[in-house]
């Protein structure tokens, strides 16, 4: 390895696991016979199982919007949800999540899912703002996603900001998860200073759901959503924390756009750091990064070619499963 590469802090096991992966790779490709063709298969299974963190990098938005909603209708599916036994989904909002539940909407109306025996989980909710303002998470929720699917609404959760007792509330969130057997995939969105949910910047990365005073970052980049007067933008907000995403089944983020490109680099390259809360899920055994290409611009070459080989490879051996 170049000094270089090593001044830019290239991991001597990355390049190895680059050069593996080719390698494996282009020896598949070449395999002919089945029963070659099914060690391969075993041998990418036990990789793919042990694989602790995939980046999933597609062309644009609505791409990487499509490969989401495929990946959480699939796993639904697959889980075989019924009466007693309940997928359990936690759920974003804000923009980047958009294009993946109006595809989920649409595999819902052409008959190919179905959201009786879901649950969902919301990840947070302003304190203060009524139920029925238009910038709630709750109007939200259910103008976006909710009315155009078959959930019963008793199954779809959200905190209320305007409890009486917020700690009680947020108590009784972590309980509610608790009750449902826990999260079985995550699905979350980040700031561009890689925050989740609410978790900003200096979170402990043990959290548990709470009530949170937001970043002033934060309440700029929400304004848009508030004619642009900061003074109609709530302060705080109860938010689930980093540890109760941590204790889901799976994890999948969605990072799009180049303004959320160096919190994908802190996420991906870097160590865990609270300052990024992003960056925990490195940890997680099941995490799954799912990005557009713009987001990628602060990735090494190497990084984004590493991921992507093996993106390829595991499409290679799915298309002869």
């Excluded at 793919?48 to 796993?75: G, P, Q």
């Excluded at 402990?204 to 980049?221: G, P, Q, V």
């Excluded at 938010?239 to 994890?251: I, K, L, N, S």
Aim: hydrophobic share 35%; proline share 3%.
């Amino acid at each position: 390895m170049s000094k270089g590469m090593m001044d830019r802090g290239y991991n001597r096991d990355t390049q190895q696991c680059c050069v593996k992966v080719k390698e494996l790779r282009q020896a598949y490709q070449k395999t002919k016979d089945a029963s070659s063709r099914s060690r391969f298969n075993l041998i990418f299974s036990c990789k793919r199982f042990t694989i602790r963190m995939r980046l999933v990098i597609l062309d644009d938005y609505d791409l990487a919007s499509e490969w989401a909603a495929k990946y959480i209708c699939n796993r639904i599916i697959q889980f075989k949800p019924s009466q007693g036994r309940y997928f359990t989904l936690g759920l974003p909002t804000g923009s980047t999540p958009l294009g993946c539940y109006k595809k989920l909407i649409e595999y819902h109306k052409n008959g190919d899912l179905s959201f009786k025996y879901v649950k969902t989980f919301n990840m947070d909710e302003y304190v203060g703002l009524p139920r029925n303002h238009p910038e709630s998470y709750h109007s939200y929720m259910w103008n976006k996603f909710f009315k155009h699917i078959d959930i019963d609404p008793n199954n779809a959760h959200i905190l209320d900001g305007n409890a009486p007792d917020l700690q009680a509330e947020c108590d009784a969130f972590e309980k509610k998860i608790e009750e449902a057997g826990g999260i079985d995939l995550f699905v979350g969105g980040i700031g561009p200073d890689g925050h989740i949910a609410f978790n900003e910047p200096g979170s402990s990365l043990a959290s548990r759901t709470r009530l949170k005073t937001l970043a002033m970052d934060t309440i700029l980049a929400n304004a848009k959503y508030f004619d642009g007067d900061l003074s109609k933008v709530p302060t705080m907000a109860l938010t689930v924390g980093v540890g109760t995403v941590m204790d889901a089944r799976e994890v999948m983020i969605l990072i799009t756009g180049a303004h959320k490109a160096f919190a994908l680099y802190k996420a991906i390259e870097e160590g865990v750091n609270h300052m990024w809360t992003v960056s925990a899920f490195q940890q997680h055994p099941r995490t799954i990064f799912v990005c557009d290409e713009d987001a990628t611009l602060e990735l090494r070459v190497k990084t984004v070619k590493y991921f992507k080989d093996v993106n390829s490879l595991a499409a290679t051996v799915s298309k002869q499963e």
